[in-house]
């Protein structure tokens, strides 16, 4: 396999420069294992392991290689020895969680890509609050979000579906698709381009694993009518958790993608809603509950249709679900919105005192 085709580029050269005067070769992590890493590079997959080096000077669990990663490691001559990994390269995004003992540490769970397919199905389970939340963590990973209204087969009003997402998520292309009838496929063309990294995000049954055999054109990851058949065999199996499909398109799909809890959605709501977030701080009170008071900034933007009652409502839903996460303890994503949420309404205040100032 050749660099290029897992998505090497000018600039992750430019970053590995320093690395290749080592003598060490760039690979990407295509496996993550307990303490092994598979990386594939242009010598083929290797089985890899962090140097004493690294691993001495890390300091937390994120600074250690995820699926996605490009990695600068020493590659032995003779294919069975392990290659050693002595440096991660910067990472264009990265999908976070909470490790799975509960503490307040960042694991990552996929480095490097370009665009994430949130996936909800046009059936009982469409759930706009559910998708806000991966969108919100989309945006908090640094990929581009896309979202996906698959299985428009069975739906009854796929447009008035689809009005209402992009009214609560402005900004996020959005297509409806049916990965059954192959409906509205072709309109994802422009994020399937070799050397571009996807991944699918969304609840179980939504039908991701059709929706990756369909674009990829080939049966590259088992759908639910098949794991129900055999279910045996499918925890047992490795398989690769970043695959470079037959038409060149690099999918990440791991364990932890899958269950994703955007725990850090709130560094996402302050990026998707900074503005509703900085007038909401203009109120006369600061205890505003934007419903009777006199001085209500939203009150008054509302009525000025300056701001969408629906964008609004779903702001809301977005802090109600991120009061809960950090509730639950994430005190770091707390402290960024409100910082976040601090920098935006200082702009804002600013730009209104220079316009006062103007008149
Ligand atoms: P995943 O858990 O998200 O990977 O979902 P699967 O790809 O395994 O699909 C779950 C179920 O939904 C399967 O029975 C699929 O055949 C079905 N499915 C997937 N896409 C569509 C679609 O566009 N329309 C309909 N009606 N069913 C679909
Ligand atoms: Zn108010």
Redesign the pocket.
Known sequence: MTLAELGWDNDRAAAFAPHAAEGWRPGRVTLQMKGYFEITGDFGARLAECSGRFQHAAIQPADFPAVGDWVAAAVPEAPEARAVIHAVLPRRSRFSRRDAGGNDVEQVLAANLDTVFL?S?L?RTHNLARLERYVAAAWSSGAQPVILL?????AEDAAAIRTEVTRAAPGVPTFV?????RRGLKALTPYLQPGRTIA?L??????????V?RLVGEEL?????V?DADDKGRHTTTRRELIVAPNGVIIIDTPGMRSLQPWDAAEGVAAAFGDVAALAAQCRFRDCTHTVEPGCAIAAALAAGTLDLERWQSFQRMQRATAHEVRRGDRRAGQIYKADVRRATKGLRRRIQEKLGEE
């Open positions: 996936v199905a059936d698959n299985k428009a087969d069975l698709i049916s990965a059954r009838s699918l969304g609840p179980s049954g939504v039908g991701k694993s059709t929706l055999n990851l088992p759908t639910q009518e794991r």
